[in-house]
C-alpha cells in the first residue's frame, strides 16, 4: 500500500508539475503575443508615417517642377520672341544694305572655309 501511496503522491507531483509547466507557458506565449502585437503596430504606424512623408515630398516636388515649368515657359516665350525680334532686325538690315550683306557674307564664308581647311 506504501507503494501505491508513493506513486499517488508521485503521479499528483508530476500533475502540479505539469500544470505550473502549462501556467508558465501560457504566459510566456501571452507575453509574446501582445509584444509581437506591439511591435506589428508599431512597425504599421512607422511604415504609416514613412508612406505620409513619401507623399508630402513627392507633392513638394511636383508643386516645385510646376512653378519651374511655369518659369521655364515665360523664359521660353521671352527667348523665342527675342529671337523673332532679332531675326527681323537682320532682316530688315540685309532689305537696307544687300551689298554690304553680301560682302558679310562671303567675307564670313571665305574665313570659316579657311579655318577649317586648316584643321
Not at 500533475?15 to 508599431?42: F, I, M, P, Q, Y
Not at 531675326?87 to 570659316?112: C, F, H, Q, T
Amino acid at each position: 500500500m506504501a507503494n501505491k501511496s508513493k506513486e499517488a503522491n508521485l503521479d499528483d507531483r508530476i500533475e502540479r508539475g505539469a500544470e505550473r509547466l502549462k501556467e508558465r507557458e501560457s504566459a510566456v506565449l501571452h507575453a509574446t503575443r501582445d509584444a509581437l502585437n506591439s511591435g506589428s503596430d508599431r512597425a504599421e504606424e512607422a511604415l504609416h508615417k514613412a508612406t505620409d512623408a513619401g507623399a508630402g515630398a513627392a507633392r513638394r516636388t511636383s508643386e516645385r517642377a510646376a512653378k519651374w515649368s511655369g518659369k521655364g515657359q515665360e523664359k521660353w516665350t521671352k527667348g523665342r520672341a527675342y529671337a523673332e525680334k532679332s531675326m527681323d532686325s537682320m532682316l530688315d538690315y540685309v532689305r537696307e544694305n544687300p551689298g554690304k550683306s553680301l560682302a558679310l557674307a562671303v567675307a564670313g564664308g571665305w574665313l570659316i572655309g579657311n579655318f577649317l581647311r586648316r584643321r
